[in-house]
């Protein structure tokens, strides 16, 4: 059974940094696309970004550039979404969701992810 949990958010202070992780279970993640994506209150799911685990290739919206990070433990079979220079309106639930690579760009893999984790609380305020 395809399972996705992440882990890692709670409560953190503008300017703080935070890292999330997908662990993955019942699949091999080399042969899956990991995407990360958050929902902030009264706003429409967003993509942040996502892997291409068959080929290690990585991608990040423009806005998130700089700011957040996305790695893979293939090893641990989890996927890492890092943050920094937080901002209240960063405050969201995040979310990873995964679906087979298909050799192409993840953001096409992921189009529309077979499966999605339960999330998990980013709070960014003093």
């Known amino acids: 059974q395809v399972r996705l949990v992440e882990s890692g958010g709670g409560l953190v202070q503008p300017g703080g940094s935070l890292r999330l992780s997908c662990a993955a279970s019942?699949?091999?993640?080399?042969?899956?696309?990991i995407g990360w994506f958050r929902q902030a209150p009264g706003k429409e799911r967003e993509g942040i970004g996502c892997i291409a685990n068959s080929d290690g290739t990585i991608y990040v919206v423009n806005a998130a550039k700089g700011r957040f990070t996305i790695s893979s433990d293939n090893a641990k079979n989890t996927v890492y979404l890092d943050m920094t220079s937080l901002t209240p309106e960063d405050t969201a639930v995040y979310y990873c969701?995964?679906?087979?690579?298909?050799?192409?760009?993840?953001?096409?893999?992921?189009?529309?992810?077979?499966?999605w984790g339960q999330g998990t609380q980013v709070t960014v305020s003093s």
């Open positions: 969701a995964g679906d087979r690579d298909g050799g192409g760009p993840c953001s096409v893999s992921l189009a529309r992810p077979a499966s």
């Open positions: 019942g699949f091999t993640l080399d042969d899956y696309a």
